[in-house]
């Protein structure tokens, strides 16, 4: 009898060690499987491996097209600090600022303690190296040309878990970008001068984001044999005649209007502004910050070259 309780007891204690065991198996298991679920890991622009133990809570935002991105990611709540710079949408100017593009504060920056800190490509290359040098944690992502804003997008959707959203503001650029070029695709191409800054005139030629908006419009650049932002004498502009001038509001400090292109001792030469065939975007930032508004700079120059293309 004693044998049959001690079996019996036996039996149990291998019984209770099997369901300890597996339950504890289990939790590993899940554990792993919760782990792999919140790594995150990505290439950055510069071609620089990003890690992330879990999804990003506290991001600070280096560049105003990265602020963009993230609040058009639907995570604008996880800004903890921004540039000055950093003035759309609406609700940024209730987030801590850090400074401004080129000259950010380090010390505040470290201070907030961020899990991730979004960097605007090769032109803060010193920042990003002094911020990792602090043991944080910087992705370096600055779109040059239309291409690049759906690396951009997907990029960081993927940092802040964000994927299928990304995915569908990609999906809708392109969708507008096919539109556009359809309803353009049998109309003749003006010549097109875009103008950046009016003393001296800079413009911007190929390899730009702006030449790349001004073809999808419709329209020629004719300062697409240049290469990137170019200064552009008016002797060439004379020579060239575009059909229509476009600028940036912000071409001169106090701001630029029609009337003032009209009145410019040198301008008004041209045949185009004689006609009055002047448009002055009515936001510089839909057209120099290469993200999610791409949308309303595209369809705003479509109108301006070829009237309304309903």
Known sequence: MRSLRKYALLIITIMLVVVISTSCGKKEDENTSLQKEEYIEITDLKGRKIILDKKPERI??????????????????????????????????????????????????????????????????ELIDALEGLDITVASTEAADVESIFD?????????????????????????????????????????????????????????????????????????DMEGWAQYSFEELLKQNPDILVAAYHSTDEGMNKEDIMKDEFFSKLECVKKGNIHIMSDDNIVSRPGPRIIDAINEMAEALHGDLQ
């Open 60 to 125: 600070i935002s280096l560049s105003p097209t990265n602020t963009e991105i993230v609040f058009a990611l639907g995570a604008g709540d996880k800004l903890v600090g921004i540039t000055s710079y950093c003035d759309y949408p609406e609700e940024t100017k209730y987030i801590e600022k850090i400074g401004d593009f080129e000259n950010p504060n380090i010390e505040l920056i470290k201070k907030m303690n961020p899990d991730l800190v979004l960097a605007g490509g090769f032109l803060q290359e």
């Open 152 to 224: 951009s997008l997907a990029m960081i959707g993927k940092l802040l878990r964000e994927e299928e959203k990304a995915e569908e503001i990609i999906n809708n650029i392109h969708r507008t970008i096919d539109e556009v070029e359809n309803k353009v695709a049998d109309k003749d191409k003006p010549k097109v001068f875009y103008l950046v800054w009016k003393e001296p005139i800079f413009t911007t030629g190929r390899g730009t984001y702006i030449n790349e908006i001004v073809q999808i419009a419709g329209g020629y650049n004719i300062a697409s």
